[in-house]
């Protein structure tokens, strides 16, 4: 059961995501905030897998929440949920953390599979965000080749696997695996999973069926 918190300030908008959850069977409800402190607190006392996090709230912002999160609680999940997509917005919002960067013109079943996508570890982009993040890097990659090894870690990484199942497949241990990543981030020159997701589609690093199927766990 995938344990889900709800930050958003429009009372509306909460409650309609709420009701969305409540139909997935492999979702439970674990509260629902509608502003930064309160997130905070609730994140912390509630112990949520993933969180629907809004980024424009009272008091501090969900890229704040973040900030604030993280070093507590670096097993949680953020799934950012916004009508921003801005670089203003994308940027931040993944350096800060977050996992995943859907509009709020998505489909109630788009928002079920995103919550799943990053809950297994991998990224969850709108197209519209994929697609500024591609410009934003384009140009700027490092030209530091990716060894065998690091190409295997990185397409398991694109086909949505976690830590642990990558390592499970390549019979690695998970601190193995960590030691990939960051070299991988560092030489495709990326600070998260999604913007590594983005750059190895972009650059053709992953065979096409490992391309398919990003693309639907990020719809």
Do not use: C, W
Not at 69 to 76: D, F, K, S, T
Not at 148 to 166: C, H, T, Y
């Amino acid at each position: 059961m995938i344990r889900v918190l709800v930050v958003d300030d429009h009372p509306v908008v909460r409650h309609g995501l709420v009701s969305i959850l409540k139909f997935e069977k492999d979702m439970e409800l674990v509260g629902d905030a509608a502003d930064g402190p309160e997130a905070v607190r609730l994140i912390l006392e509630r112990r949520p897998d993933v969180v629907l996090l809004d980024l424009r709230l009272p008091t501090f912002s969900g890229i704040e929440v973040m900030r604030q999160v993280r070093g507590r609680m670096p097993a949680v999940r953020f799934l950012v949920l916004t009508t921003y997509d801005t670089d203003e917005y994308i940027g931040p919002a993944l350096a800060a953390g977050a996992q995943g960067y859907l509009l709020k013109d998505a489909m109630p079943d788009d928002l079920a599979r995103g919550v799943r996508a990053v809950m297994q570890g991998g990224a969850a982009l709108e197209p519209q965000v994929a697609a500024r993040l591609l410009e934003r890097m384009s140009g700027a990659e490092s030209d530091e080749e990716l060894s065998a090894r690091e190409l295997d870690v990185l397409r398991l990484l694109v086909s949505g696997a976690s830590n642990k199942a990558i390592a499970a497949q390549l019979n690695l241990s998970e601190n193995t695996i960590k030691t990939h990543l960051s070299h991988i981030f560092g030489k495709l020159g990326v600070q998260s999973r999604a913007e590594a997701v983005a750059t190895a589609l972009r650059r053709r690093l992953v065979p096409l069926n490992d391309e398919r199927q990003a693309r639907g766990s990020a719809a």
